[in-house]
């Protein structure tokens, strides 16, 4: 059964308002020293503090601003917010699609 939505509102797919983006399994060191970024896995979505760095660039970047879920697992389900560096493999970042800001 489909509710009714507030006027001037409307349906849409969640996949033409939001970018989900996966993120890989990297290199990972276990201090931070210059040149690295941390690395975003389950554990930083619930304590927002960064124990892993990467020096590998080939990633998916997260930038405060971006929501993050985790994905699979018993932890799936988990969000973050505000956290910066390589997204994990087991986590995925959403963005809103940015013509749809305009255009829903």
Same mark, same amino acid.
């Given at each position: @059964?489909?509710?009714?939505?507030?006027?001037? &509102?409307? &349906?849409?797919?969640? !996949?033409?308002?939001? *970018?989900?983006?996966? /993120?890989?399994? @990297?290199?990972?060191?276990?201090?931070? !020293?210059?040149? $690295? %970024?941390?690395? +975003?896995?389950?554990?930083?979505? #619930?304590?927002? *503090?960064? =124990?892993?760095? %990467?020096?590998?660039?080939? /990633?998916?970047?997260? +930038?405060? %601003?971006? $929501?993050?879920?985790? $994905?699979?697992?018993?932890? =799936? /389900? %988990? +969000?973050?917010?505000? $956290?910066? !560096?390589?997204? /994990?493999?087991? +986590?995925? #970042?959403? #963005?809103?699609?940015?013509?749809?800001?305009?255009?829903?």
């Amino acid at each position: @059964m489909q509710k009714t939505l507030p006027k001037g &509102w409307k &349906w849409v797919k969640l !996949g033409d308002v939001i *970018q989900i983006d996966k /993120g890989k399994k @990297m290199e990972l060191l276990e201090s931070y !020293g210059e040149n $690295l %970024t941390p690395y +975003i896995g389950i554990d930083n979505l #619930r304590t927002n *503090q960064y =124990a892993t760095f %990467t020096k590998d660039t080939n /990633g998916l970047l997260c +930038i405060e %601003t971006a $929501l993050l879920i985790a $994905l699979d697992g018993a932890n =799936a /389900g %988990t +969000i973050g917010y505000g $956290l910066k !560096g390589y997204v /994990g493999s087991t +986590i995925a #970042r959403l #963005r809103p699609v940015e013509e749809s800001i305009t255009k829903y």
